[in-house]
């Protein structure tokens, strides 16, 4: 089993930036993939990004390219999501996830542990 804590959310202003860390537990860590999604009420989860076991791949969706950043520490047991410029409608809770395969991984089902999430919370 892993346990996925998500930390660092909040509410901040149009154009700022948060740090949202997500700790494992167990001694695993690094066979997972990871990855972060979202999710508003009345709306499905979402796909934000994700990062190969090894952090030496990485994806992201259009809507957040070139404004967020996944990276991960396996000695810390630890993945993190950088967000920046950030955007009334990136407003939501975030998910830290961890799947069994080796490279990024899109699909919400094929991941197997999830976080109880954070709130991001972006004024305008």
């Known amino acids: 089993q892993v346990q996925l804590v998500e930390s660092g959310g909040g509410l901040v202003q149009a154009g700022g930036s948060l740090r949202l860390s997500c700790a494992a537990s167990?001694?695993?860590?690094?066979?997972?993939?990871m990855g972060w999604f979202r999710q508003t009420p009345g709306k499905e989860r979402e796909f934000v990004t994700t990062?190969?076991?090894?952090?030496?791949?990485?994806y992201y969706a259009d809507s957040v390219k070139g404004r967020f950043t996944i990276s991960r520490d396996n000695a810390k047991n630890t993945v993190y999501l950088q967000m920046n410029s950030l955007k009334p409608e990136d407003t939501a809770v975030y998910y830290c996830?961890?799947?069994?395969?080796?490279?990024?991984?899109?699909?919400?089902?094929?991941?197997?542990?999830w976080g109880q999430g954070t709130q991001v919370t972006v004024s305008s």
């Open positions: 996830a961890a799947s069994n395969f080796r490279f990024t991984v899109v699909q919400a089902g094929l991941y197997d542990y």
């Open positions: 167990g001694r695993t860590f690094g066979s997972y993939a």
């Open positions: 990062i190969s076991r090894s952090g030496g791949d990485t």
